[in-house]
């Protein structure tokens, strides 16, 4: 494959485009706007939310983003939601009272359109006094759709917490984590960054053969399987948690020393 070129990249953010302090390289920045230039599309996909795109638009200005682990698709030059495939009340209501029940102090959050809605209890780690982030009761959270469900457990060691939980969902939607925390999140099922980015793919013209996608935490597997079944490149950055750098092709630098410019640099 030493001559394969991609016709789509798509990459994560947090761990993996990003460095630590939350910037992107002007090295990166330069590289992927070199393949902008030859008409390969990059794709951001990444378990945030649209509200946390900001920053992002104004170094990486236009494209489609697919948000909160594939539930949406966001327009990056408009900042407008062109698609989301939301958790309805029904399986809300379900998924929620199951959890509590068999661990009473799993606390709720909700992500939808730009609004982040928490029980008074859940501790957010970001945004806390952001806009468009309130509190509210789990009743107000699970009345309407959301595009993703966040389960947090404060005190359950991470892994114990996340197998509890794709337990108790089993196939009623899908869980993924990309925390070192207790934090599931949770999204309408089949909903992966795999059926994000193979939707932005299609709008192309482009199967999983001609897509080279970069990742660093459980979230990614959908992604990196997809891609490698299909023929393409699945690159793992080289502090990747062990399950992803087990479904990887390839394996890149660190976030830090601009794995993803790098490897795009080698082909």
């Not at 501790?123 to 759709?145: I, K, N, Y």
């Not at 993703?148 to 359950?156: D, G, M, N, S």
Request: aromatic share 6%.
């Amino acid at each position: 494959m030493s001559d394969w070129q991609p016709r789509l990249i798509a990459t994560d953010m947090d761990g993996t485009l990003l460095r630590g302090n939350d910037t992107v390289s002007d090295a990166t920045v330069v590289e992927l706007e070199r393949w902008r230039s030859e008409g390969v599309p990059v794709v951001l996909a990444t378990g945030r939310p649209p509200r946390w795109m900001v920053r992002i638009r104004e170094v990486l200005r236009h494209g489609t983003a697919v948000c909160c682990n594939g539930a949406v698709l966001l327009d990056l030059a408009g900042f407008e939601v062109l698609e989301e495939d939301a958790l309805e009340p029904a399986v809300l209501q379900q998924v929620t009272a199951e959890l509590r029940r068999h661990q009473p102090d799993t606390w709720f959050a909700v992500e939808y359109g730009l609004e982040f809605r928490h029980e008074p209890v859940y501790q957010p780690r970001w945004d806390v006094d952001a806009p468009g982030v309130a509190v509210a009761t789990l009743e107000e959270m699970v009345a309407a759709p959301v595009a993703k469900l966040l389960a947090r457990h404060e005190t359950l060691p991470r892994n114990d917490f996340i197998a509890l939980v794709e337990r108790v969902v089993g196939e009623t939607a899908t869980v993924t984590n990309s925390s070192t925390d207790a934090l599931a999140e949770i999204s309408a099922r089949g909903v992966t960054k795999a059926t994000g980015i193979a939707k932005v793919a299609a709008e192309h013209g482009v199967g999983p053969e001609d897509v080279v996608v970069f990742g660093d935490m459980p979230n990614d597997i959908a992604a990196f399987d997809w891609v490698r079944e299909g023929g393409g490149r699945a690159v793992a950055m080289a502090h990747a948690h062990p399950d992803l750098l087990a479904a990887a092709t390839d394996v890149t630098g660190t976030n830090e020393d601009d794995g993803v410019a790098a490897f795009l640099a080698s082909l």
